[in-house]
C-alpha cells in the first residue's frame, strides 16, 4: 500500500509526534479548563451569556459526596444528547481550590466543558442571587428555557426528568 | 496530493504548539489555588468574668481573653504548635469550655486525608490559659471524627465530649451491610488529662451537622443531632443521658419528613431551661416545611410541640443558637436580605411559651461566622465574628 519508503516513514514519525503533541495537548487542556470564579453579578452575567437558549445549569460541590457520585451521569448525559448545553457551578460553601474543581470534573468526563466555582466566603449572596430561597443544598439542578424561566430540581436529578425537559425544548 | 499534505500537517503542528504554549501560560498566571480556611471564633466565660476567645484562622487555633467584655483582647496564646490542616467545613468550629476551677479546653478538628475524614483534637490549660498542652486526639481510632463538641457538667465540672464518628461505617460495609451516616460517640474526661473510653450512643446519624449539648441534671448531658430516620429522612432527634454512662431513648423533635440524600451541613441548637423544659432550634428545607423553627417540650421526656416558623424561606435564614439564662431564654439566628447578613433576636421570660418581637442586634456585609451566644453574672451576649467587623460582643440589651 506504501508507494516509496521515504515518505511513509516521515509520515510514521509526524504520526508518532502528533500523537505525542495530541497527549500534551489533551493534559494541557484539561488543566487549563478552570473553572471560572464565581463572584457577585456572575450569575446575570452567565444567564446573558446563555439567553434564549435552554440551557441546564447542575450545581454541585466538591464536599458533597453525593454530588461526586452523580457528576459521571451528566457525562454520560452530555454523550447521549447533542442538545444539552450544560454548565456545571461549583457552589462549596467555602470556595475551593480552582485546581481541584478542575480535577474532579476532569475525572468525572466533565472538563469540556464551561465550568464556574464560587469564589466569594459571603456564600449568602451568591445563593440570593442565583435564588433567594436556596438554602445552600447540593446537588441542585436549574433548567432554564429558551425564554428564562428556571425548573428546579433539588437534590440528584432525576435525569429522565432532564431528558423529558430537553425533548420539550426542541419542539418548542 | 502528498506534497501538499505535509506543510498543512506542519502548519497544524505549529498551531497546536502555540495553543499548547497558551494554555501552559494561562494555566501558570491563573489565579492561585487557595486553600479553603478555617474562620470561626468561639467564646467561653470564666467563672471569674473572663471573657475567652478561641480562634481558627487558616491553619492555627489561638485563645485570647478579654477583661472588660470583649472591648480589649490580650495577644493570642497558640493551641497548635504547627500548622495544622483545619477542619474548614461550614458547620466545624473551634470549641472552648471553662470548667468552674478556671481551667480551659479548647477542641477542633482537622481533615486527614481529601475525602473530609476528620480527627478530633483536645488541648487544656491549667495555668489561667497563659499555655496550652500540645493537642491530643480525642479518640484513639483513626476512621473518622468531626464536629465534637464539649460542654463542662455544672455539678461536677466533669467535661463531656460527643462527636460524630464513621468507626461503625467500615464494619458494616464488610459485612455487606449499608452504613449511612455516622456514629454519634462520646466520651467523659477522666481526670484533667485525657478522656475515657469512647462509647457509642447511636448509629446512623447525619454525618456532617454540628451537635448541640445541654445538661438536663448532674451527670446528665442531651444532645441534640440531626438523625438519619428511615427512608433518608434527616430530621431532628435529641438524647438525654440517664446517668454518664447510659444514653436514653431517641426523642424526634419534629417530623418534618426532609428527605435528602445530601449533607445539609447545618446543625441544630439546644437548651434546657432551669425548669427542666427543652428548648430546640433546627433548619431543616422539607417541602412542607422549609427554614428555621424553634419547638420547646416541658421536660425530658415528653414529646415536642409544634415547630413555630421563624423566619420566611427565601431570606436565607440560618444556624439558629439558644440560650438559657437564668429566667431568660435567648434566641439568635442569621438571614440575608440581599445585601447584609443580619442577626435576629428573641427573648422569652416564660420558658419559651412566648417570645419578644424580632428584633435586629447586628448586621455585616460581607462573609461571617455563626452567631453565637453567651452569658455571665446575668447579662447575655451576642458573640459574632465578621469578615468587615472583627470580632463583636454585643450585649442584648432588653429595650
Not at chain 1, 432554564?144 to 426528568?161: N, S
Not at chain 2, 470549641?95 to 487544656?124: C, H, M, W
Not at chain 2, 464494619?171 to 466520651?187: D, E, H, I, S, V
Request: glycine share 8%; net charge neutral; aromatic share 8%.
Amino acid at each position: 500500500m506504501m508507494s516509496s519508503r521515504t515518505p511513509s516513514m516521515t509520515i510514521a514519525r509526524l504520526s508518532a509526534l502528533l500523537a505525542l503533541l495530541l497527549t500534551v495537548f489533551a493534559v494541557g487542556r484539561a488543566e487549563a479548563v478552570e473553572p471560572q470564579p464565581f463572584a457577585r453579578g456572575s450569575w446575570a452575567e452567565l444567564q446573558a451569556r446563555h439567553a434564549g437558549q435552554p440551557t441546564v445549569v447542575h450545581l454541585w460541590g466538591l464536599t458533597c459526596a453525593p454530588c461526586l457520585t452523580e457528576l459521571p451521569h451528566w457525562a454520560d448525559l452530555q454523550r447521549e444528547r447533542s442538545d444539552l448545553r450544560l454548565v456545571l457551578l461549583a457552589a462549596d460553601p467555602v470556595p475551593q481550590p480552582p485546581v481541584r474543581v478542575e480535577e474532579m470534573l476532569s475525572r468525572s468526563g466533565l472538563d469540556k466543558l464551561e465550568s464556574w466555582s464560587f469564589a466569594d466566603r459571603f456564600n449568602e449572596r451568591l445563593r440570593y442571587e442565583i435564588d433567594p430561597a436556596w438554602s445552600g443544598e447540593l446537588p441542585r439542578t436549574l433548567l432554564i428555557d429558551r425564554d428564562g424561566t428556571v425548573t428546579t430540581l433539588p437534590g440528584v436529578a432525576d435525569l429522565g426528568e432532564v431528558r423529558a425537559w430537553l425533548d420539550r425544548q426542541r419542539t418548542h | 496530493m502528498r506534497p501538499s499534505k505535509m506543510p498543512s500537517l506542519l502548519a497544524f503542528l505549529v498551531v497546536l504548539l502555540m495553543a499548547c504554549a497558551a494554555t501552559a501560560q494561562h494555566h501558570q498566571h491563573g489565579k492561585p489555588g487557595a486553600a479553603p480556611e478555617a474562620f470561626t471564633a468561639t467564646p467561653a466565660f470564666g467563672p471569674d468574668g473572663t471573657l475567652w476567645l478561641a480562634r481558627a484562622t487558616a491553619d492555627r487555633i489561638t485563645v485570647e481573653k478579654s477583661t472588660d467584655l470583649g472591648k480589649t483582647f490580650s495577644e493570642p496564646v497558640s493551641v497548635t504548635p504547627e500548622p495544622m490542616n483545619l477542619d474548614w467545613g461550614p458547620d466545624a468550629r473551634v470549641r472552648i469550655a471553662a470548667d468552674p476551677k478556671g481551667g480551659l479546653i479548647v477542641t477542633f478538628a482537622i481533615f486527614q486525608d481529601k475525602n473530609f475524614n476528620g480527627r478530633a483534637f483536645f488541648s487544656r490549660s491549667l495555668d489561667k490559659g497563659a499555655s496550652f498542652t500540645p493537642p491530643r486526639p480525642i479518640t484513639a481510632d483513626t476512621t473518622s471524627q468531626r464536629f465534637e463538641t464539649v460542654a463542662v457538667d455544672p455539678s461536677s465540672g466533669r467535661v463531656f465530649a460527643a462527636w460524630l464518628d464513621k468507626r461503625n461505617g467500615p464494619k458494616a460495609r464488610a459485612t455487606g451491610k449499608p452504613y449511612p451516616g455516622a456514629a454519634l460517640a462520646y466520651a467523659w474526661e477522666d481526670g484533667d488529662g485525657a478522656f475515657g473510653k469512647t462509647e457509642i450512643a447511636l448509629d446512623n446519624t447525619c454525618e456532617c451537622c454540628r451537635l448541640g449539648v445541654a445538661f438536663a441534671g448532674p451527670g446528665r448531658p442531651a444532645v441534640v443531632f440531626r438523625n438519619i430516620f428511615p427512608g433518608s429522612v434527616r430530621d431532628h432527634a435529641v438524647v438525654t443521658f440517664k446517668d454518664p454512662a447510659t444514653p436514653g431513648p431517641l426523642r424526634r423533635v419534629s417530623t418534618d419528613d426532609w428527605k435528602i440524600e445530601a449533607c445539609p451541613h447545618h446543625g441544630p441548637s439546644i437548651a434546657i431551661a432551669p425548669d427542666g423544659s427543652y428548648h430546640v432550634a433546627w433548619f431543616t428545607d422539607a417541602p412542607s416545611r422549609k427554614g428555621l423553627f424553634y419547638a420547646r417540650a416541658d421536660n425530658g421526656d415528653v414529646p415536642f410541640g409544634a415547630p413555630r416558623a421563624l423566619s420566611s424561606p427565601n431570606r436565607q435564614p440560618a444556624r439558629p443558637y439558644l440560650l438559657s439564662d437564668g429566667q431568660a431564654l435567648h434566641l439568635v439566628w442569621k438571614e440575608f436580605d440581599g445585601n447584609k447578613s443580619v442577626v435576629h433576636w428573641q427573648l422569652s421570660r416564660d420558658s419559651g411559651r412566648h417570645w419578644s418581637d424580632t428584633r435586629t442586634v447586628a448586621e455585616t456585609a460581607d462573609a461571617s461566622d455563626h452567631p453565637l451566644l453567651v452569658a455571665h453574672d446575668g447579662h447575655a451576649y451576642l458573640s459574632w465574628l465578621t469578615k468587615n467587623e472583627g470580632y463583636r460582643l454585643i450585649p442584648l440589651e432588653d429595650r
